[in-house]
């Protein structure tokens, strides 16, 4: 394993990989930092570009595209109390208020600053976590891939308390539309409606790529404000030393929480952010000092939300299962350069995996120093009327989506995918599940399938496997989480009356 | 005028709040009910996944209609309410109203540049991508009020030259040239 890294460390330090890196970043930055954008539609925008790279460049470049867009949305947050990225969302709280009291580039660099190291730390759990739970993968077989992929889908219940039929009827509904095109087992065409484009199935990019930022500019045509607040002057940009001693274990502790969250499916950084900012408050010594200006604050939340990053990449790279939507769309970008997660990744494309473990590391380095250059020009960046950005996101969604397969219908998909979301988004209809379900669909039916002829149809055997049933104990706790959740909740208040 | 049922006043009111919630179920079992017709085109083998995933799906779809319907305190008393009269009812009827209106005036923005989009990728092959994209970004910024004659009419051009340069030179993707272009010229 230590000469994998070392050799994923040589390949990074190569310049064109350097500048890749940075570039990835940079429009990372740009897609974080714009309300309205978002780390996952810079993502999935940049996908088309990553074709013509090797495999490590294109895993790279969405990397840092990721990592940067993340970090990102805290820059408006702070300058105009808007956050960029949901994610950002505790960090306005806190970043607006230091603004006002004149201390804007304190709470610029001290939010670079726990980006980074968020980053930094979660990417060395990814090195040394992600191989080892590949080789649990090696154990894994068609029944526990079944359950993998339940299990994966059936998170959407925890996430959507307050909308659980809604999330698990859109989970089904885009299973299905990942059965349309040739069946696993026996390739009769299923659902295609006479149409050969639909022989392949539907073209998960191009939906990704539509869902994720049509809502966005329907949104803001729905609001017509013209131009941006203008964004406050941060000053110098600085971070005192002290301070960020005085945090050591709050950004320990966030770091963990992001990491740990980043490694549940579908669970993405904003949920990190505000679980750590309350679990900051909490634990603090002056909790009255959030909402007034906290750097604990601002530390807890992007130190957690950065953390996602490198944990989300864990279970995508060892079980195909995306810890977030940026890391859906990565998984898709992987399909693409013909790279399969599991067991055989780390065996086969070991240079490919461990180029980007070391390079995920060096990439929230190299984002410390990009983006303290970014804050000082923020404030020119982000007023920028929102009629050019609609337009720029429609046009860059388009030309994404034909580049993929050089096929018009690829962007009818991307269009009516889109639409679709738009109306979900409004109606508070979950979209989290169709990325997953398409994901992982083709996953559940070919490893039921092959789990059938294991076992002569008799499903049941196969929970004699213990991974398995290991895994259905995760399905089951996340299915009944809410009702688990809302019970606490009412045995608390129980308590709480009685004494 | 006959006053309706309480029952029949009680979904009429759901119906007006939740009108987007009961036209995507609608929407859904439409959805549900032309694949459940292409079940029996499919050999069975290949049948089995795709009708579980059906079933699932109706489960779920008939469980969200029941509660957007099902009786809560308010609803039954809601349409009791508005029927009775009084100074801050018909204040809140007016502003009632006046929401409808924006929101309509909104939907028909949004339902038109969409339209607009449509129209976009559509013409894509026949004018080819630069025509097609300076147009939109054209239309896209004075729909949208941006009167800023520079941008207008810089910006896009700029956009869709420099994407087709970019992703024909490096990327090695030849956007569409238009059909009806080539033809004419």
Known sequence: MWDNIAYGLSQIFVLNNLWIMAAGIIAGIIFGALPGFSA????????????????????????????????????????????????SAPTAFEGRALTRLGRGGEALGICTYASSMGGFLSSIALIFLAPALA???????????????????SVVCMLSPDAVFKGLLVGFCSLLLACIGQDPQVGFPRFTFGSVDLYGGVSLVPILIGLFSFPEVISMLETKDGVFIKSANPGRIRFKPGVLIKNLFNQIR?????????IIPAAGPDIASFLSYNTAKRASKQPEKFGCGSEEGIIASETANNAVTGGSLIPLLALGIPGSAPAAIFLGAMYIHGLRPGAAL????????????????????????????????SS???????????????????????????????????????ICGYFMVKNNYPVSPVALALLLGALLESSLAQTGVMYRGNYLMMFTRPLTVVFACFVILSVFWPVIMKALKKLVNKVGKSA | ????????????????????????????????????????????????????????????????????????????????????????????????ENGAKEEKNSNAYVLWYCAAILAYILLIERLGF???????????????????RAVVIILPAALAAA???????????????????????
């Open chain 1, 135 to 153: 080789l649990i993968a090696i154990k894994v077989g068609p029944p526990e891939q079944a359950m993998i992929a339940v299990f994966g889908l």
């Open chain 2, 130 to 148: 630069i025509i097609s994209t300076a147009a939109f970004g054209v239309f896209s910024l004075l729909y949208q009020g941006n009167r800023n």
């Open chain 1, 346 to 377: 780390f065996r086969d494309h070991s240079d490919t995996v461990y180029t980007l473990l070391a390079g995920f590391a060096v990439i929230n380095i190299l984002m410390f120093f990009i983006g303290l250059l970014f804050c000082k020009i």
């Open chain 1, 40 to 87: 996952t539609m810079g993502c999935a925008v940049c996908v088309p570009f990553s074709y013509v790279l090797e495999p490590q460049q294109a895993l790279l470049l969405l990397s840092g595209v990721y990592c940067g867009g993340v970090y990102a949305g805290s820059i408006p947050a702070i300058l105009v109390g808007i956050p960029g990225t949901p994610a």
């Open chain 2, 1 to 96: 005028m006959p006053r309706l049922p309480a029952v029949a006043e009680g979904v009429a009111c759901v119906l007006t709040g939740r009108k987007w919630d009961v036209l995507i179920c609608s929407v859904i079992a439409v959805f549900l009910l032309v694949f459940a017709f292409q079940l029996p085109d499919i050999k069975p083998i290949a049948r089995t996944y795709p009708l579980v995933v059906m079933c699932g799906a109706a489960i779920c779809l008939c469980v969200v209609v029941y509660r957007i319907f099902r009786p809560k305190g308010g609803a039954a008393a809601h349409a009791g309410e508005s029927a009775s009269g009084g100074g801050d009812a018909v204040d809140a009827a007016a502003e009632a």
């Open chain 2, 163 to 185: 994407l087709y340069f970019v992703f024909a030179n490096f990327l090695f993707v030849t956007l569409p040239q238009g059909s009806l272009i080539q033809r004419f010229f």
């Open chain 1, 254 to 262: 966030s770091t963990i929480i992001g990491i740990f969250i980043g």
């Open chain 1, 380 to 418: 020119f960046i982000l007023v920028i009327p929102k009629s050019v950005l609609s337009t720029a996101i429609v046009v860059l969604a388009t030309v994404g989506a034909y580049a993929i397969g050089k096929n018009m219908f690829d962007v009818i998909q991307m269009y009516a995918a889109g």
